[in-house]
């Protein structure tokens, strides 16, 4: 199993090098002032409880903000969700996530991601770096690339997450 794990691996980072290069563009971030359509792509039975996620996202859709939610449901198939879920079976043997619904999000332009799945995941690792997104905000993970601001957490509190990322983003000029 390690040899063929080997070989996914390689594969992976084949496929992530070639769609990294077609994506090298101008920062286009504005600043927080102008953030109006967010994406938020998280896992299932991931570090943040459902609930605050979609609380957060009602909260920024109370506030006028366009939100784009992205759920990976792992090895179970999830229907009947108010928001687009992905299993196991988009992931090509590649580890490279593929499907309309994963196209479809991370081709459409938004102005922050938010990514709640670790990087260590190649799949969170894909979707970050190959989005349409002007700014790209995950957890920490010095291994990893595909974000421009990585939270380190002590604790999964989702609401102290956002709150950093707001933090630091008022108060760089970007």
């Known amino acids: 199993m390690g040899f063929i794990h080997s070989i996914k691996k390689s594969l992976y980072a084949k496929a992530l090098a ?4 077609a994506l ?12 109006e359509i967010y994406s938020i792509l ?3 039975q991931g570090l943040f409880e459902l ?5 957060l996202a009602d909260n920024l859709r109370d506030k006028g903000k366009i939100v784009h939610l992205l759920c990976y449901t792992g090895s179970i198939s999830k229907d009947g969700l108010a928001y687009k879920t992905f299993d196991n079976k988009a992931i090509s043997f590649n580890l490279v996530p ?3 619904i994963i196209t479809e999000f991370t081709n459409r332009h ?6 709640l799945i670790p990087l260590e995941r190649e ?8 989005s349409n997104a002007d700014f790209k905000i995950g957890l ?3 291994n990893r690339n595909g974000l421009d601001l990585m939270i380190n957490l002590k604790e999964a509190n989702l609401m102290e997450f956002i709150k950093t990322a707001e933090r630091v983003l008022q108060k760089t000029n970007l």
């Open 18 to 21: 070639s769609k990294t290069k």
């Open 24 to 35: 090298v563009s101008k920062r286009r971030f504005q600043g927080w002032n102008t953030v």
């Open 42 to 44: 998280f896992d299932y």
């Open 51 to 55: 609930k605050d996620i979609e609380r």
């Open 98 to 100: 593929k499907s309309n």
């Open 110 to 115: 938004v102005n922050i991601l938010y990514n």
């Open 123 to 130: 799949i969170s690792e894909y979707i970050s770096t190959t």
């Open 140 to 142: 920490f993970d010095d």
